[in-house]
């Protein structure tokens, strides 16, 4: 044979062996990523409706929680208010209530003493006048005199915020006594 019969067999060889030769496969690895990618995504999906089940549910406690002390205080704010009315009636029984002489029992005098003196006690009780211009008086004397909040805090070496709520607090103490 001619060389060119060795070529042109040796290509049909080729073509041949190509043909029945399996193709290699092509990477797999975006598959295998993509489908890793999905695997990750939704354990995270399951681990965020796990934490969300457990955040409702926490909300859902505390809502009860609340609820249960707010009856409770409510309960309790009522049997107070019955107490006091009780405790009212049975202070204008005492005051209103003539006494007759020596007709007064022992027990009315216990009566007097366990509801009367408290009261009394109370009144007796002086309230201090101790007022925050009392305890700043160099700042409101500056102050008073027209002098800025700025010109009152470079003076008494304090801070204007702290100023300003001392001037707020006497506005509205003064306000109260009106």
Known sequence: MQPWGYVALLGA??????WTLPRRKEEQPPAQTTTNMEIALEQFMEN?????????DLVKRAQT?????????????????HRCA??????EKVVVQPVI??????????????????????EEV???????????????ELYDSGKSID?????????????????????QEEGVRA
């Open 13 to 18: 060889f080729i073509l041949v062996l190509s």
């Open 48 to 56: 965020m409706e796990s934490d969300n089940r457990e955040l409702v």
């Open 65 to 81: 929680d609340n609820a249960e002390q707010l009856a409770i205080r409510e309960r309790r704010i009522i049997d107070l208010e």
């Open 86 to 91: 009780e405790l009212e009636s049975r202070l």
């Open 101 to 122: 002489g020596q007709a007064q029992t022992a027990a009315h005098e216990a009566v007097d003493a366990a509801f009367v003196q408290p009261f009394a006690a109370a």
């Open 126 to 140: 002086p309230v201090p006048r101790d007022t925050i211009r009392m305890r700043y008086p160099e700042l409101f």
């Open 151 to 171: 010109v009152v805090c470079r003076k008494l070496n304090m801070n204007k915020g702290e100023v300003q709520l001392i001037i707020q607090l006497a506005k």
